[in-house]
């Protein structure tokens, strides 16, 4: 095995040197962009009024000093043409810039209306100036330097050619006297423009010139335009990653993108497996199932793996032989693979897996190759870390709440079975009560009753947290599930003597949640603002559809919410102090309250005011929307 050092901390497995420069295969070259375009015909309509009146001064300085036998009338005349010629390219292109740089069809047939045009008046201009003697011949490369820069290479290479057949065919019409020579260079001989070989040395030159032109120009815009689809892709796989702490869907983006940006075959991203021995995929793109089921992939019998996951440092397969020191080469044989490029994923504290490139061309892989492949590796490990943390949580979430769960489900029976007990002594079961021990037990008996509504919560919300709330998400009546609840909270309003209000939508408003949750929403809102509202107070309660949304208000005229109070409200077992100071609670109503509502994509606000009162406010999509 040979390595080869390519830039800092860049091995390759390869005994051949890496392939410089752009990709020569059509398949995966960018195109040119909308505003590439756009900003050529623009450029190219300026250069015109350049080029047009440069025709007319050049004409009259060089017939004045130079070359007096040389009739002027003619190339005035072309110049002219040129000049209004870019009168209507002008106003077309103004018309195009109104409409935004959207229509890139309209650019791109300006441009070859413009280069055509150019094309004609170089033949006529030519043929003014001498023909084949004409030093003009050579203007031909700013065109073609455009025609690169603007057009794909093929077509390019099209208008290239057709400037040299064009010179060439100009040149022959001319010796064979199809059209009249002029003569205007006095110094050269009268005839030499139809001299063989001074014909061919000339058009030689020019087809040269202009190959050279073309091959270089449009294959630096190729480089360009995929270094800009590169850094494009980067930004969008960078967004993908902020956006979502869903791991498979990010990975399949990283993948996805290799392939786009690249233009290579298929990417896949390979993650070590507990023991670090084996890599096991997880997202590919471009790659068929065959390939894909081949078989385990054993970092100890794969040197390229070995150097990526353990050297930490790229690896390339980049021929037939590096191919045979692959673990399945008949695999990739089979595939057509001939090229393969490996970055480790490195995580923090070790590598996490590989991010690999596969190509049908041998040598397909450069250094500007690996660096983009890296910068993917470094953002799909940021990507996998971010996952890992957030599945971690998850879990440990999950775990806090089954755990509360088991416990206070052991713990409602002996409650209730307390609370029982309490109330038969109370009631007088056991026998006669002196005053003071029924006072005690009154006490007893509303501390388990508060113990009793703390299990509840806690019990509620660990169901909700665990995904163990059973009951399915269906259409659930909104002002019916409401009706329900004003019936059970209006005898604890009545014994408060406080005017209870409801007032609903006469239409049915149907959201998608559950009859039990919506319910427990319900309740557990009118129950605060009864219980927070003192005697002879208001509670008003509405459902109303307001566009696409059932709302619900619940209003009340209580003791509110004081404003430092408001921002900590949804939050476990927080309860503000002019409520605690008046009645007991648990602090865990409203995260319930607000857990319920967000399942059924919903919102809940509130606006209060202490000493006023308190209006919370409860946002449900409609059906269907
Ligand atoms: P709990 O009512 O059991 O204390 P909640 O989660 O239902 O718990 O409410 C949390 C806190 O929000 C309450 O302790 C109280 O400070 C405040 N609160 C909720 N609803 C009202 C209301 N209608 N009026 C005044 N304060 C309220």
Known sequence: MVSAGVGPGIELISRAAMAEGPEDSTIGLPLPRAQEVAASSRWLVAMRWLAGGGVVVATWVVHRTLLPRFDPDLMYAVGVVILASNVVFWGWQGRLRRGG????????????????????????????????????????????????????????????????????GLTLAETWGLVGHRHVIGFLPGEVYAEPAYEVVILAALALVSAVTWAVTSSVAVRVRR??????????????????????????????????????????????????????????????????????????????????????????????????????????????????????????????????????????????????????????AIAIENAMAYQAMCKMDEQKSKFTRTVTHE????????????????????????????GFLLRLRRRLETLQMLIDDLLSLAAGRTGLAAEEVTEVPVGEVMAKVVAQVEPQAQGKRQTLEFEREAEPLAVEATVQGLGRVFSNLLGNAVKYTPEGGRVAVSVRRVDHQAVVRVADSGIGIPAQSLPRLFTEFFRAPNAMAVETGTGLGLVIVKELVERFRGRVVVESQEGVGSTFTVFLPLVGH
């Open 101 to 168: 740089v959207g229509p890139v069809w309209g650019y791109r047939r300006l441009t070859h209306l413009q280069l055509g045009l150019d094309w004609a008046a170089m033949v006529v201009l030519i043929h003014l100036t001498g023909g084949v003697e004409s030093p003009l011949v050579f203007l031909f490369v700013f065109h073609i330097v455009v025609a690169s820069l603007v057009f794909e290479r093929w077509i390019a290479c099209a208008y290239t050619v057709s400037a040299v057949g064009l010179t060439a």
């Open 411 to 438: 713990l409602r029976a002996p409650v209730s079975g307390a609370q029982t007990l309490v109330s038969l002594i109370i009631d007088g079961y056991a026998g006669p009560l002196e005053e003071k021990q029924a």
């Open 227 to 380: 270094r800009e689809d590169q850094l494009a892709t980067l930004y969008g796989v960078v967004r993908a990653i902020n956006s979502t702490l869903e791991l498979p869907q990010v990975l399949d983006r990283l993948v996805r993108a290799t392939v786009e940006a690249m233009g290579v075959q298929g990417a896949s991203i390979g993650l070590l497996d507990t023991t670090g021995a084996q890599v096991e995929l997880a997202a590919s793109h471009g790659l068929s199932e065959a390939y894909l089921n081949k078989g385990p992939v054993l970092v100890s019998q794969s040197p390229a793996h070995q150097k990526a996951l353990i050297g930490g440092v790229p690896a390339i397969i980049q021929n037939e032989g590096d191919r045979a020191r692959l673990q399945y080469p008949a695999a990739a044989e089979a595939e057509n693979i001939r090229s393969m490029l490996f970055v480790p994923l490195r995580g923090k504290g070790q590598a996490l897996g590989v991010v690999r490139a596969y190509s049908s061309r041998e040598e397909a892989f450069g250094p500007d190759d690996v660096k983009f492949l890296e910068a993917i590796a470094a953002q799909g």
